[in-house]
């Protein structure tokens, strides 16, 4: 008995005296970051900006991968499975941490038990557009007309199980609306189906928004985060606007490691990403792509998962979406 907790004993020390030489020499070679999306995507373009940033700071090279399709799952498969050693990474938003699970019956991955959060790059606030033919410029009169109207208005999203047919149907629900979902193949589409009045009311970053507000073509009503945007801070939260307590569903572009993967590396990786995201250069990118930089601890990401999990478990429940 003593002998085999002795050996026990040497074995924890030993891993222990492994994962801190692994955090120390970390990175040794190049790591891959999955992106679950395709090039030219707002994940993907923050990625690269980040990546660059990593490579200079680290020595090494960080290499963009896209793994685009189903909702990112085939991207958390390969990296769930990849060794834990920091190498394999994760490009990761509320899709695949908590979208995901409360969409599919069963999933080839679980966001809890198989990753390890690292830190939040940053996230993007949404602003609730309507096109000009709507006869309001509020959301409370948004609200006003389309209760007198059921049925009457739509809204374009990004897709069925997007964040912006959610969070649409999160207000629709808590308000009793009744506004017609036209789902599209991300907001490339949805924006110009709003631009050209296809739809009523659509769901953007404010960069694909900007230069139409200022020509008249659409109008911004609230926006969907906890508090106003630095962006364009005359315009009120949804929260505020439509008396919603606790409404925020702002993408979240985070990046997530194998379970298992040596503290170590994590909080290498963590302070890393966070001195990626507050570079000057990197928040002026950002802010010109709408971004808001975070650069936040494994634990607060953690925290935030958990949170996320339990929100979007709700808001898919009030949509009634189901994806298989």
Do not use: W
């Not at 994962?19 to 679950?36: C, E, N, S």
């Not at 109207?149 to 959610?166: C, D, I, V």
């Not at 607060?300 to 949170?307: D, F, G, N």
């Not at 929100?311 to 949509?319: E, F, G, L, P, R």
């Amino acid at each position: 008995m003593l002998r085999n907790f002795l050996l026990s004993v040497c074995a924890l020390v030993s891993a222990a005296q492994y994962g801190a030489a692994a955090a120390q020499d970390y990175p040794a070679k190049p790591v891959r970051m999955v992106v679950p999306y395709a090039a030219g995507g707002l994940p993907d373009t923050m990625t690269r900006i980040i990546a660059q940033r990593l490579s200079d700071s680290f020595g090494q090279q960080f290499v963009i991968e896209n793994r685009a399709g189903a909702g990112g799952i085939a991207a958390c498969e390969l990296v769930a499975k990849a060794a834990a050693d920091g190498y394999t990474l994760l490009i990761a938003d509320v899709a695949q941490t908590a979208i995901n699970p409360a969409l599919y019956a069963k999933l080839p991955y679980d966001p809890i038990r198989d990753f390890t959060p690292v830190s939040i790059i940053g996230t993007s606030a949404q602003f609730l557009a309507a096109h000009p033919s709507v006869p309001v410029t509020t959301l409370t009169g948004l609200i006003a007309f389309a209760k007198a109207r059921p049925g009457e208005l739509s809204y374009g999203s990004g897709g069925t199980g997007s964040l912006h047919h959610l969070s649409m149907e999160v207000l629709k629900s808590a308000r009793g609306l009744n506004i017609v979902h036209v789902p599209y193949k991300g907001t490339a589409q949805s924006v110009p189906a709003l631009i050209s009045g296809e739809v009523a009311l659509a769901f953007s970053a404010l960069p694909s928004l900007a230069g139409h507000v200022k020509a008249g073509r659409v109008k911004l009503l609230a926006v969907n985060t906890m508090k106003r945007s630095a962006q364009a801070p005359e315009v009120p939260t949804i929260a505020e606007a439509a008396g919603i307590p606790d409404f925020d569903y702002p993408p979240e572009i985070g990046v997530l490691a194998p379970a298992g993967t040596p503290p170590g590396v994590i909080g290498r990786l963590a302070s890393g990403i966070a001195g990626a995201a507050r570079h000057p250069d990197t928040v002026q990118r950002f802010t010109t792509l709408g971004i808001d930089p975070v650069g936040n601890s494994p634990a607060e990401y953690a925290a935030q998962i958990k949170i996320d999990i339990e929100k979007y478990a709700k808001a898919v429940k009030v949509s009634g979406a189901r994806a298989d």
